[in-house]
């Protein structure tokens, strides 16, 4: 018998399953840190975890609650501080880089600064924060996001972080180092990647329960579609076991 879970589980357990032993990843705070939490105890102990405020290589055996927590520097390599961490970033030190939004487009360009016109918005968003940052210099980024029309989007209200810009060269052309960018996103319905040609958001494999047309249905652009569509797995009883009893026992983000 499959158990119940929560949509943010099911997120939760895709994103961590990204995440490949003896790589290092630009951690934020929420569903990201439990997803690495969760991968240093399931297929990747040797993941190395980095965080905005300093703390590299953390073993998260408590959840931090934020990115300057303290728990974030836990039995790490090192402790440094905001600076360190985006030159090492710069310098392609940092291979996986995860990422939110509240609108993405086409070629995985995200906004998390406003809703609306940027003089007169109809909400404001938390900004950038080490967004920008991220996806700019990160080998490969992975947004994680709710998936309907209002956020996957024609044309996002601005520009925070980039994807893949305007599409083929156009990162190399606004000088962002050649090679980085967009690798995956993974929402409550499915995970999609990016056609190497276009650099057009493509739909990879639906999750439990989930069809094709849906995913269509609740993305506002022509999104590209593999030529074989996988299905996603459960989360499995190991993992929600470790992530309700270990990782977060509170259910502060899950």
């Given at each position: 018998m499959i158990q119940k879970y929560s949509p943010s589980e099911?997120?939760?357990c895709l994103a961590s399953r990204v995440m490949e032993d003896g790589t290092t990843a630009f951690i934020g705070t929420g569903i990201p840190m439990l997803a690495a939490s969760l991968a240093q105890r399931m297929q990747a102990p040797n993941l190395v975890p980095?965080?905005?405020f300093g703390g590299t290589g953390a073993i998260l055996e408590k959840l931090p609650l934020a990115v300057g927590d303290m728990r974030t520097?836990?039995?790490?390599?090192?402790a440094s501080g905001i600076c360190d961490i985006m030159e090492t970033s710069q310098r392609g030190f940092v291979e996986f880089g995860f990422l939110g939004g509240a609108q993405i487009d086409c070629y995985g360009n995200l906004n998390s600064t406003v809703i609306g016109d940027h003089k007169n918005p109809k909400v404001r968003?938390?900004?950038?924060?080490g967004g920008n940052d991220v996806g700019s210099s990160c080998w490969?980024?992975?947004?994680?996001?709710?998936h309907d029309k209002r956020r996957f989007m024609e044309k996002i209200d601005f520009l925070t972080t980039p994807g893949f810009l305007t599409g083929p060269g156009a990162r190399?052309?606004?000088g962002l180092p050649k090679g980085t960018g967009p690798y995956r996103v993974v929402t409550n319905l499915c995970i999609m990647g990016y056609d190497d040609t276009s650099k057009k958001m493509k739909l990879l494999s639906v999750n439990p329960g989930v069809t094709?047309?849906?995913?269509?249905?609740?993305t506002g652009f022509e999104l590209l579609i593999a030529d074989e569509i996988t299905h996603n797995e459960h989360p499995t009883?190991?993992?929600l076991k470790i992530l309700r009893e270990q990782i977060d026992p509170d259910g502060l983000y899950r």
């Open positions: 099911l997120l939760i980095i965080f905005e520097y836990n039995r790490g390599i090192a968003l938390p900004g950038s924060g490969r980024t992975i947004a994680i996001m709710i190399e052309e606004a094709v047309e849906q995913v269509i249905e609740n009883d190991e993992e």
